[in-house]
Nanobody, 118 residues
Framework: VQLQASGGGLVQAGGSLRLSCAAS????????MGWFRQAPGKERDFVAA???????YYADSLKGRFTISRDNVKNIVYLQMSSLKPEDTAVYYC?????????????WGQGTLVTVSS
């Protein structure tokens, strides 16, 4: 699976942003999808994931602000981010696997940078 993330950019604190990740190469619906993020000097952390059937999983600290969804016709997974904070600044990566919420990843996409200014 090839994964292409997009939608990152500069946003003010309190603002919103929607990331997209387009998949190609294999059957999109065969995989659970996830989003991770990595801030400078830090490890890559789990953000959100969505199962093949559409069940969402979120990092506890992000529940209520981030929403993950998928479109199995367009082969795209989205991450809607709202009430953004400067600490949300990171490179965001999409991933495909059997259990992304458990870091069981088969494929990674390239990152898209999100910068939240205060």
């Amino acid at each position: 699976v090839q994964l292409q993330a997009s939608g990152g950019g500069l946003v003010q604190a309190g603002g919103s942003l929607r990331l997209s990740c387009a998949a190609s190469g294999r059957t999109f619906s065969d995989y659970a999808m996830g989003w991770f993020r990595q801030a400078p000097g830090k490890e890559r952390d789990f953000v959100a994931a969505i199962s093949r059937s559409g069940n969402p999983y979120y990092a506890d600290s992000l529940k209520g602000r981030f929403t993950i969804s998928r479109d199995n016709v367009k082969n795209i997974v989205y991450l809607q981010m709202s009430s953004l904070k400067p600490e949300d600044t990171a490179v965001y990566y999409c991933a495909a696997g059997h259990r992304p919420w458990s870091y069981e990843i088969d494929y990674w996409g390239q990152g898209t940078l999100v910068t939240v200014s205060s």
